[in-house]
């Protein structure tokens, strides 16, 4: 049903299918550099190849446009822009070293792969085999007609061929991955070997409870030295944010009650005091010029309307008003101003498309020649009603007039093209007529009509409860009494001064340049703070007043920390590792007085920690000990001799000691060739994600932006 479909799709759909298609991997690769070295139009690089401005704008776009569409803020989509180039660059080498080249040929045969097609079975016939050629035929008359289109669709093409690659490189990689004889016997009696221990564990919790420690920024960072890959980090800043958000105030609520009050039940001043919005006699006009909100002429179910409302909505009268009611920060006037049920429709119609119209492919004929032909057979129709399948075949259309030109049940907001719906609106069952759309000419016939639920059409009076000017110079001063606190003063002094005047106070620790927004905070200034932040001219400690374009509110921002490239700065990953730096340092602590005891049993130790002796039963493929996994003990426990005190384990959740009573084997049912094949499946299912992973964690990546955009300013385009 490929007319039909877009019948009902939204005019936006076209957009968002190419941004979806556009999300996993864009990029441009035939951009080149205007000149050698660094310059304004090189981004970075990955493993040498460039990644230019061209292409992260353009990326940025389609991000900017999907989360648009979906109702999500525009702002903040840089980094992830970046990261899906830098993962289509090394897709791109891998396919490449595997000897493989994106040939035009090598697209069109796999093309019927790709997630934007391989579902939908527009593009394939009744055979299935895919419609390639349909397509190709598709993409010149875009060419040829809409140079736009061919545009965009082009950027969709390098989506698409970045996605066929990466399917040939997993498809290819994947496959080596096996698991020999050996390996899958030595894991088959790991899973079948059990232990019987009794052990001793003191928590680390429990432990921490009764004896202080504390971690110092040495600790954190000879953690950090230990742990090199996984602290590998990128320039960020520390920030202290304190945000001042101009509220109304109690007398500004009253302002606001008091001018929509005026407006219900007294006067416009424009009247001269003689119409207000009980006794206006045009709605939508007092609405529009009075209301904040804008006036909105559909008819709505009671689920669309204020919840002040919903629940009186349908014992009320027309012309009955509700209100004043506050809504969030509005307060609000509602008037019924009509109401009528929701009819559904059972339609059919023949589509007579003319050459240039989205549903005109191979057609020859004009717009003119379209209509003729369209009111022709309107009128036979008409006048004879069963006559209407003898021009199904002329229809283009071909998936609904297979349904016998069918378009099924239909109310105002099925997603039809406003024409189409115009039609079935105003129209009674039975009747034909010749409506025009973007599509060409639709011959549509009523063949049923049955009423649906209640609609409702409210007319809103809205007035904004907003600060007044006396709130914001309240706000103005606070933020500036703040700032001159603070200044000079250590980031603890602005911590304890933000608490003492119970103001918001965040601690984005890690700020990236581009991520677009921090952390706790989330307004249209976050980009010119990350800004000012990673400007060379900042020191640690200097802060800085913003204003909130208009809000009124203001932020002060304190630059804590700088972070350049590197090992992670320790105190940055405080909240990150603390516990387990803190668990490393109780662990020494309990294993040394474990060994200063000179402990020869379970029960010296369970009555040093106040701890209790237990018992479990553990094996290597699963370690779990008493609910915690733990594969250090499973190890210490298939390690130590039967009836030896092994020595103290320092495990996730605690430090273990314990005692290994006898060995079994529980065989599992299964073959070594079925375990294999078991093993295999789950290496190769877990393996994309870490192998990108992998890839990128060793990529030679240079990253040019922070040093272009500090030459130029933020200036992405």
């Known amino acids: 049903m490929a007319i039909l479909g877009q019948i009902r799709s939204k005019p936006w759909l076209l957009m968002g299918v190419i941004a979806l298609a556009l999300l996993a991997f864009l990029v441009n690769p035939d951009s080149i550099d205007k000149v050698f070295g660094k310059n304004p139009d090189i981004l970075g690089k990955v493993n040498g190849e460039k990644i230019t401005r061209e292409e992260f704008n353009d990326q940025l776009f ?159 960072a000879n953690y950090i030295k230990q742990h090199p890959v996984l602290f590998k980090a990128e320039p960020s800043r520390n920030l202290g944010v304190v945000f001042f958000p101009s509220k109304p105030s109690a007398a500004d609520d009253a302002a606001a009650l008091k001018e929509i009050t005026k407006l219900y039940s007294g006067g416009t001043d424009a009247s001269g005091g003689t119409e207000n919005f009980q006794n206006t006699k045009n ?37 009955q008003t509700f209100g004043p009611y506050k809504e969030q920060n509005f307060y609000v006037v509602s008037k019924l101003v009509g109401k009528k049920t929701s009819d559904s429709t059972l339609s059919r119609h023949i589509l007579i498309a003319f050459k240039g119209s989205p549903a005109g492919e191979g057609v020859t004929r004009s717009k003119e020649q379209a209509k003729k032909l369209a009111d022709s057979i309107g009128a036979i129709v008409k006048a004879t009603p069963a006559k209407f399948t003898e021009f199904l075949k002329l229809s283009n259309d071909p998936s609904s007039a297979a349904q016998g030109g069918s378009l099924g049940w239909t109310t105002p907001e099925t997603p039809f093209v406003p024409e189409f719906l115009t039609y079935l609106a105003n129209n009674p069952k039975g009747a034909t007529g010749v409506v025009e759309t973007q599509f060409g000419y639709h011959i549509i016939n009523i063949e049923d009509k049955k009423s649906g639920s209640m609609g409702y059409k409210v007319a809103n009076l809205v007035k904004e409860i907003k600060p007044s000017d006396a709130t914001e110079a309240e706000t103005d001063k606070n933020s500036r009494k703040f700032i001159q606190q603070v200044q000079g003063k250590s980031f603890n002094d602005f911590v304890n001064i933000a608490k003492k005047g119970n103001f918001q106070f965040t601690n984005p620790k890690a700020a990236k340049r581009f991520e677009g927004q921090l952390q706790g905070l989330g307004t249209e200034k976050d980009g010119d703070i990350l800004t000012w932040a990673f400007d060379k001219k900042r020191s640690k400690g200097d802060t800085e007043l913003f204003n909130v374009d208009g809000t009124g509110d203001k932020i002060v921002v304190f630059l804590n920390g700088k972070q350049e490239a590197g090992l992670a700065d320790p105190e940055s990953v405080r909240d990150q590792i603390e516990v387990i730096v803190k668990n490393k340092l109780a662990a020494k602590q309990i294993s040394d007085k474990i060994a200063a005891a000179k402990a020869s049993g379970l029960d010296q130790i369970a009555t040093m920690f106040a701890a209790t002796k237990q018992s479990a039963q553990v094996n290597m493929l699963n370690p779990s000990v008493a609910g915690a996994m733990e594969p250090k003990v499973a190890g210490a426990a298939f390690g130590v001799a039967k009836g030896k005190l092994s020595k103290p384990v320092e495990g996730g959740t605690g430090v273990y000691v314990l005692i290994k009573k006898s060995e079994t084997v529980n065989k599992q049912p299964g073959d070594v060739k079925q375990f294999t094949e078991s093993i295999s499946q789950r290496n190769a299912g877990m393996f994309g994600q870490a192998w990108l992973k992998s890839l990128q964690d060793n990529a030679d990546i240079q990253d040019y932006r922070i040093e272009i955009w500090g030459k130029l300013g933020n200036q992405q385009q």
């Not at 595997?98 to 019927?112: A, H, R």
């Open 62 to 220: 389609v991000l900017q446009q999907q989360a648009e569409q979906q109702g999500r803020p525009k702002n903040g989509l840089e980094e992830q822009a970046w990261q899906l180039l830098v993962q289509s660059k090394l897709i791109k080498q891998q396919f490449e070293k595997l000897g493989f080249e994106m040939t035009d040929d090598y697209f069109w045969n796999q093309i019927q792969y790709d997630q934007m097609f391989a579902q939908n079975q527009q593009f394939f016939d009744e055979k299935g085999n895919f419609k390639t050629k349909d397509l190709q035929k598709q993409v010149e008359t875009i060419q040829n007609t809409d140079p736009q289109g061919y545009a965009q669709w082009l950027k969709t093409r390098k989506s698409i061929e970045y996605r066929l690659m990466a399917r040939q490189v997993f498809t290819n990689v994947s496959a080596g991955i096996t698991t020999g004889k050996k390996e899958a016997e030595e894991l088959m009696k790991e899973r079948d070997q059990l232990a019987d221990i009794d052990f001793v564990k003191v928590d680390y919790a429990a432990y921490l409870q009764k004896t202080k420690i504390n971690v110092t920024t040495e600790d954190l």
């Open 283 to 319: 709605d939508s006009m007092f609405v529009m010029a009075n209301s904040d909100s804008p006036f909105n002429p559909q008819y709505v179910k009671p689920t669309q309307l204020p919840a002040t409302i919903q629940g009186q909505i349908a014992t009320a009268a027309v012309g």
